[in-house]
């Protein structure tokens, strides 16, 4: 079986983002990671080459230089090769992404391409079901694990208070949620045989962005809390400023 997961660096989630002057993302001391659903999706990918034998995993991922460190982590869980399209400056336009992306992916013959539900930096949601369609293929999305049978993959989509389940006939591209299953690490000498897997680095060619993140701004400030009194006496005015401030009641 061949296998399709395409990843994306983005910064850690436990360091503070910085807004520069300029309204763009200050990158000085930001710690870079692959993208937590990536990781997810990078597991359940694994987990299929485990069960069935010959299968081959390829990773896709744009991004700058740097991202090839998030590559070789890939690599060292259990990704066979890589394809890195090299780029400095990512669009904000998903589509834009999503035509880089199938470019590559549609001459693979792909049997399963895995994305992650979303990238945690802008929270788009979008590329994977794009590149699904632009490939003509079926999609099921935030998708926690799967089981295969020959040319076709049960896949399992929790809801809110039940699970959603979904046959699909490969080829077929799917996106990750959160599974039952955490991602695995690395071990040193799983790192150092992930440097002698195949990179191939290409430069992509993005079509016109019809997208642009003119700016980033924090939220505003949430106002001081209230202490209106002590005890029973202070129920009404508590009452009255829910209904005539707070407006919840």
Known sequence: MKIALCIKQ???????????????????????????????????????????????????????????????????????????LKVDNIPQDPLAIAKVLAEELKGGAYDIIFFGKKAVDNDNHQVGAIVAELLNLPCVTACTHYEVKDSEVTAYREIEGGVEVYEVQLPAVFTQEKGPHEPRYPQLRELMAARRKPLTVKQPNFSSSKTESLALSYPPARPQGKIVGKGVEAVPDLVRLLHEEAKVI
Do not use: C, F, W
């Open 10 to 84: 983005v910064p850690d989630t436990s360091v503070r983002v910085k807004i520069a002057q300029d309204g763009k993302i200050d990158a000085s001391g930001v710690e870079y990671v692959i993208n937590p659903y990536d990781e997810y999706a990078l597991e359940e990918a694994v987990r299929l080459k485990e069960q069935i034998t010959g299968s081959e995993i390829t990773l896709v991922s744009i991004g700058p230089e740097k991202a090839q460190q998030m590559i070789l982590k890939a690599l060292a869980i259990g990704a066979d090769k890589a394809v890195h």
